[in-house]
């Protein structure tokens, strides 16, 4: 959609009242204004969050390790998966801060961290609330 478009639309939606009393250059310039504050960092680390939550596979990890640390293999034979799409799994909730590793030896085991489990909670209680 062209700019002339957009901003003949969002001069209609300004016209219409819905807006308040202001030009439609005044309203795209305070919007664009506001889009600029959001903090980048925020926005990389949101979608890092999202990212990693939105997996079904993820999601069924993040299940069984609200309950206990496991290890990679653990998590591999309870869910049916190959380790290198465990791997692949862990490693993403691991960068989208939703797990943390602890070694011991050879073994790496994961858990998820506090606020993940606070997230998983409220998640499950909006979703059954929905319904």
Excluded at 47 to 61: C, N, P, S, V, Y
Excluded at 71 to 89: D, F, K, N, R
């Amino acid at each position: 959609m062209s700019a002339a478009v957009t901003q003949d639309r969002v001069r209609r939606l300004v016209d219409s009242g819905l807006r308040g009393a202001c030009r439609p250059t005044e309203r795209i310039s305070q919007l664009r204004k506001r889009a600029k504050e959001t903090d980048a960092l925020t926005i990389t680390r949101l979608e890092q969050l999202f990212f990693g939550l939105a997996d079904k596979t993820r999601l069924m990890i993040l299940g069984l390790l609200a309950t206990e640390e496991l290890s990679e293999c653990e998590v591999t034979s309870a869910l049916g998966l190959t380790q290198p799409t465990t791997s692949h799994h862990l490693n993403i909730l691991e960068r989208s801060s939703l797990v943390t590793i602890r070694r011991e030896g050879k073994w790496v085991f994961y858990r998820v961290v506090p606020t993940t489990k606070v997230l998983l909670g409220k998640g499950s209680a909006l979703v059954k609330g929905a319904t």
